[in-house]
């Protein structure tokens, strides 16, 4: 079994905001699909689903974004799915807008919810998409830049960027992390 978890925080109020965007791959793959997230267990909305013939556990975290790992440590734990069998979707101020990039370990990079999923998994083996959003370009405090909403001028370079990350996720299905890195990454 495998499990896709976007990073984000819960309600209308974050929904379109810089730091959702792991929301919004997850829910772009749901809506390919006509599934939605249905179920709710250890502060999380979840679907389990197949894909490609593979059993997978989609998740959004409803802990807030800094305390992700309070959700996705006891839902691996109870579904015993391997660490190398999940993949986290995040935004990233390091890479330009719509830049993609897939990794399999890494540091928390000052992203807290990624931070909080190393402390409560223990390991920084874990797949990840890192969703480029840029930094702000004048002067702004970064947690006002990163729950802030995206441009009209951004929305179109978004809309691609989240769909070439849901095709490399859907693509992990039947090739390995290394393989989807490969083809891929931008």
Known sequence: MKCI????????????????????VVDELLKRHGWTLQKQKFNGLYTMETLHSEKVLFVEPQTYMNLSGECIQPLIDYYQIDV????????????PL?????????????????RSLIDRLNTKQFN???????????????????????????????HNSIQHAADAIEAWMNQSFQQVMNDYNQ
């Not at 978890?5 to 974050?14: D, E, F, S, V």
């Open 84 to 95: 190398e069998d999940i993949v986290v979707i995040y935004d990233d101020l390091d890479l």
């Open 128 to 158: 990840r998409v890192r969703f480029g959003i840029g930094r702000p370009i004048t002067p702004i405090p970064v947690v006002d830049y990163v729950l802030g909403t995206f441009s009209k001028e951004e929305e179109e370079v978004l």
């Open 5 to 24: 978890i976007g990073l984000g925080n819960p309600g209308r109020k974050y929904e379109k905001t810089r730091h959702n965007v792991g929301f919004m």
């Open 98 to 114: 719509g830049k993609v990039r897939l990794r399999q370990t890494g540091g928390h990079g000052g992203h807290n919810g990624v």
